[in-house]
C-alpha cells in the first residue's frame, strides 16, 4: 500500500530524525546493558521511543505506533525501577527496534507493509504487566508446583487486552488472547537480527555544517569572477583589443583559475567527509548479539570514530568490517574457561580504530585471542589442495598468513551461521581492492591478531604518476609509489625466467608495462630505463616505463561494466590534452605478477 502524505517535506522530516534516533538507539542499548545504573542513559533511550512514537501517531502510522507504544511501556517500568535491565530483557528490546526499523525502511521506500507484530509484541507484553514479576516470583519459589504456575503467565495478555481496550483508538494494537509466551523469551536468532538492524541505513541525504557551505559558496564566487574575466579576454581576442600583454594576463589568468578550482574542490571534498563512526556505531550491537550466540564475554572499545574520510568510501566498507568483527569473536575470542586456562581475563577484548596517514585512512581491527597459527594455515591449504609443498616452503611467515585470503579456505571444521560457509575473507580482500585499498594481517599465537585496513580517503580524485610507455601515457596512484629510478639496463637479470634488479640489499622482481599492456614497442633498445618501485603491504615490484611524465591530481572515471574487470587496471582518467589515460591497480599488478599472468592485455 503507497504512503499517501499531503506534506513531503513533513514525511522527510519525520524519517530524518527517526533515523538519527534509532541509529543511536542500538549503541545505547548496549550501552545500558553494561550499566544498568545510567538512569540519564535509559531516560535518553525512553525519549527517543517516546519521539518516534508521537511522530507515528501524528503522521498516521499505525504499526509503528504499535510497536513503539508497547516498548516504551517497558522502557518506562525500566525507569521505575518495577523490572531490572536482564539480557532477556534487552534481547526483546533490541528485537523490537530491529521491527521499528523495519517500518521506517518501509515508509522511507514509499509503501507500508503489513507486517506480522504479533510474535514481538507477545515477548513483550510479559514485561508490561505486574502479573510478570508475580510469575518470575511464583516461579523461583516452586520451579515443580505447577498448575498455578501454568495459570499466571497468561494473565498479562488479559491486563494487556484491558488496558488497550480503553486507549486511544490509533493507538490500539490488535492482540489476539493467546497464551503469553514464558518470561523466559527464546534468545532471537542475532544473526537475523543483525541483519535486520542495518537495512535502516539512509546513504540519500548527508548533513552538512552551515560553514562548509558558506565556504563552498565563496568559492563559486572566486569562479564567477574568473569565468567572467575569461568571457572578457575571449571577447578582446576576437575584436582584437587590448591584446598587448595578452600572454602575461592569459598566463596570471591561468594560475588564479587553477588556485581557485583547487579550493573549490578541497571544499566539495570536505563536503563529502563523514565521520567513519557513521559505520563503527552499528558494531557495539553486532558484538554483543555474536557474544550471546558464541557464549563467550567480549569487550568492543572504538578509537577514532571521528576520523572523517568520503562517504563513497563509508557505504562500501561496512560489510567488509563486519565480516572482520565476526571473525575475530568466532576464530579470534577463545571461550571464558580456556582463556582463564591460559591465564588471561575471563573477558575477550576488540579494538577497532581508525586514524589519518597522509591521503589515506588506518583502520585496525584488533584482538587479544589466540592468534593465527602459521603452521595449521599451512596445512589446511596443503589439505585443501590451495597450494603445494614447494610453494609452502617458499613462503615468509606473512604470505603463509595471506592463506587465508585464498578463495574457499577456512580453519573452522564445522560451518555455523556466525563463521560462514568457506566464503568470507577472500571477498573481504575482493571488497577492499575494490576501493583501491589494501589488508595486512599481523598475529603473533597466543596473544591476538590484527587485520589493518588501509584506505584512500576518496575514490573521486587521487595523487597520481603519469608515466609514458611507448607514446602510451598511464597514471599510476601515488599512494603506491615508494621511489622512482633510472637505471642501465645492463644491471637487469634474468633469474629463473624472471627480470630483476638488484636494488641495495634486496632483489628487486621487475615488469615491465609494456608487456603487460601488449603496447606496440620501437625497435631501438636503450641503455636506461625507468624504474617506477610500488608496494603494497610488504610486497615490492619494479615497473619498467619508457618515461616520467611528472605529478598530477586526476579524476577517476569508470570503464563502464564492460570493462570493470580489466586485469590490472582501476579506472581511467582524462588528461589536459583530452586523451584518455588507464590508472593502473598496483594490488592487481602485483598479484598478476604471482600468479604468472603477465601478459593479459596482449594482443
Not at 314 to 324: F, Q, S, T, W, Y
Not at 392 to 406: H, N, P, R, T, V
Amino acid at each position: 500500500m503507497a504512503i499517501l502524505c499531503e506534506d513531503e517535506e513533513l514525511l522527510e522530516g519525520f524519517l530524518a530524525e527517526t533515523s538519527e534516533l534509532l541509529e543511536k538507539l542500538d549503541d545505547d542499548l548496549v550501552a545500558l546493558e553494561k550499566a544498568p545504573e545510567e538512569i540519564e542513559l535509559l531516560n535518553g533511550i525512553f525519549r527517543s521511543i517516546h519521539t518516534v512514537k508521537g511522530a507515528s501517531s501524528f503522521l498516521g502510522f499505525d504499526l509503528l505506533v504499535k510497536i513503539t507504544h508497547k516498548t516504551e511501556d517497558v522502557l518506562n517500568r525500566l525507569r521505575k525501577d518495577e523490572l531490572k535491565v536482564t539480557p532477556e530483557i534487552m534481547d526483546v528490546v533490541l528485537e523490537a527496534v530491529d521491527h521499528i526499523k523495519l517500518l521506517v525502511n518501509d515508509i522511507r521506500n514509499g509503501e507500508i507493509v503489513e507486517r506480522e507484530l504479533d510474535e514481538i509484541i507477545n515477548k513483550l507484553i510479559p514485561y508490561i504487566s505486574d502479573a510478570f514479576r508475580e510469575s518470575a516470583v511464583l516461579h523461583m519459589e516452586s520451579a515443580g508446583t505447577s498448575e498455578r504456575e501454568k495459570e499466571v503467565p497468561a494473565s498479562p495478555v488479559q491486563t494487556e487486552l484491558e488496558t488497550e481496550a480503553a486507549a486511544p483508538a490509533q493507538e490500539r494494537p490488535r492482540i489476539e488472547a493467546a497464551p503469553a509466551p514464558s518470561p523466559q523469551p527464546p534468545k532471537p536468532n542475532s544473526s537475523k537480527t543483525v541483519a535486520r538492524g542495518e537495512e535502516l541505513s539512509d546513504n540519500t541525504t548527508v548533513r552538512i555544517d552551515v560553514k562548509r557551505l558558506d565556504d563552498l559558496m565563496n568559492q563559486v564566487g572566486e569562479i564567477v569572477l574568473e569565468r567572467n574575466r575569461i568571457l572578457q579576454m575571449n571577447q578582446d581576442y576576437l575584436a582584437r583589443e587590448n591584446t598587448a600583454n595578452f600572454g602575461e594576463e592569459f598566463s596570471k589568468l591561468a594560475k588564479r583559475i587553477d588556485f581557485v578550482t583547487s579550493e573549490l574542490q578541497m571544499q566539495v571534498l570536505k563536503i563529502r567527509m563523514i565521520p567513519v563512526e557513521k559505520v563503527f556505531k552499528k558494531f557495539p550491537r553486532i558484538v554483543r548479539n555474536l557474544s550471546r550466540d558464541l557464549g563467550k564475554e567480549v569487550d568492543l572499545e572504538i578509537n577514532g570514530e571521528e576520523t572523517e574520510l568520503d562517504r563513497s568510501v563509508v557505504d562500501e566498507i561496512g560489510d567488509p568490517l563486519i565480516h572482520l568483527i565476526r571473525n575475530a569473536l568466532d576464530h579470534g575470542v577463545e571461550d571464558p574457561e580456556e582463556r582463564v586456562a591460559a591465564g588471561k581475563p575471563r573477558t575477550g577484548k576488540v579494538v577497532l580504530s581508525a586514524t589519518h596517514e597522509g591521503n589515506n585512512i588506518i583502520i585496525s581491527i584488533k584482538d587479544d585471542g589466540k592468534g593465527i597459527d602459521p603452521e595449521k594455515l599451512a596445512r589446511k591449504a596443503l589439505d585443501k589442495g590451495l597450494v603445494t609443498e614447494d610453494q609452502i616452503a617458499g613462503m615468509s611467515g606473512k604470505e603463509i598468513l595471506d592463506l587465508i585470503f585464498l578463495p574457499g579456505f577456512s580453519t573452522k571444521e564445522k560451518a555455523t551461521d556466525v563463521s560462514g560457509r568457506g566464503v568470507g575473507m577472500d571477498v573481504v580482500k575482493t571488497n577492499i581492492r575494490k576501493l583501491n585499498g589494501i589488508i595486512e594481517i599481523r598475529s603473533e599465537v597466543g596473544k591476538g591478531s590484527e587485520f589493518i585496513l588501509k584506505l584512500p580517503l576518496t575514490l573521486a580524485i587521487i595523487q597520481s604518476l603519469l608515466v609514458d610507455v611507448e607514446n602510451e601515457v598511464y597514471s599510476i596512484p601515488l599512494a603506491a609509489v615508494l621511489e622512482t629510478l633510472k637505471v642501465d639496463t645492463s644491471s637487469f637479470h634474468v633469474v629463473g625466467g624472471q627480470e630483476v634488479l638488484k636494488l641495495r640489499d634486496s632483489v628487486l622482481p621487475l615488469l615491465r608495462l609494456q608487456k603487460l599492456f601488449g603496447v606496440q614497442g620501437s625497435e631501438t633498445s636503450l641503455n636506461q630505463s625507468y624504474v617506477v618501485i610500488i608496494g603494497v603491504a610488504e610486497k615490492r615490484m619494479g615497473l619498467i616505463v619508457s618515461r616520467l611524465l611528472g605529478q598530477q591530481e586526476v579524476a577517476i572515471k569508470s570503464l563502464g561494466k564492460y570493462l570493470a574487470d580489466a586485469p590490472g587496471i582501476a579506472g581511467s582518467t582524462i588528461l589536459g590534452d583530452g586523451r584518455v589515460a588507464l590508472i593502473v591497480d598496483p594490488a592487481g599488478i602485483i598479484e598478476m605478477e604471482e600468479s604468472g599472468v603477465t601478459g593479459a592485455w596482449a594482443a
